[in-house]
């Protein structure tokens, strides 16, 4: 198996919500970008940004109407424009088929810790534990992949040092949040992993 895919793995299956875009070149191969839409159990949507080489996608667009199944890797990168969120996740496809049965939403990451963890508690009482994961990809570079656990597993995880390599099992999820600058108040979307497990390894 990919050393990359074993310690960073994507799987998503939703409904695309709109046609794919042209987003950049690299290497003389283009890639597209299209919104996949993922329903939790609490019936909650998120839309997730995929990113997909021309290659995977049909000729003349996408994709047939019904649920696709992505299968891939989350990847962050610094927006430096100053326009909408500093940090953007997004799910860099491998494999774009036909999905089958009802919506998923699972991603597997093995990282370390490069900040300390936040312990906080939510206005209805939940402790919740916000950390920042490392995850190795090829040529020496990162992705740094906003992590929240709860409950038992935020306060075990809360006091782990930098360097603590964690291996996290869970799903991406979206939350709108409010940024106020220079007194103006701007809503944005945030993307972080929601963690079902998480433990050291």
């Known amino acids: 198996m990919d050393e990359v895919f074993a310690t960073n793995r994507a799987e998503l299956c939703g409904t695309v919500t709109a046609l794919p875009r042209y987003s950049h070149e690299s290497r003389g191969i283009r890639f597209f970008t299209f919104p996949l839409r993922t329903r939790r159990l609490s019936g909650t949507a998120d839309t997730v940004n995929i990113v997909a080489r021309e290659s995977l996608l049909p000729s003349g667009g996408l994709l047939e109407a019904g649920p696709v199944r992505i ?103 979206s939350r709108e949040y409010t940024k106020v600058i220079d007194g103006e108040s701007f809503q944005r979307l945030a993307f972080e992993v929601s963690a079902a497990d998480i433990f050291p390894l």
């Open 71 to 173: 299968t891939g890797e989350l990847r962050s990168f610094n927006n430096k424009s100053g326009v909408g969120n500093r940090l953007v996740l997004t799910i860099f496809a491998r494999e774009i088929a036909p999905g089958e049965g009802g919506d998923e939403n699972h991603i597997a990451l093995t990282g370390a810790v490069c900040k300390e963890p936040t312990l906080r508690v939510t206005p209805m009482g939940r402790e919740i534990c916000d950390i920042i994961l490392a995850v190795a990809r090829r040529y020496r570079r990162s992705d740094y992949i906003p992590v929240i656990a709860w409950g038992q597993q935020a306060r075990d995880v809360a006091d782990a040092p930098v360097g603590t390599q964690l291996a996290v099992r869970g799903r991406l999820q």
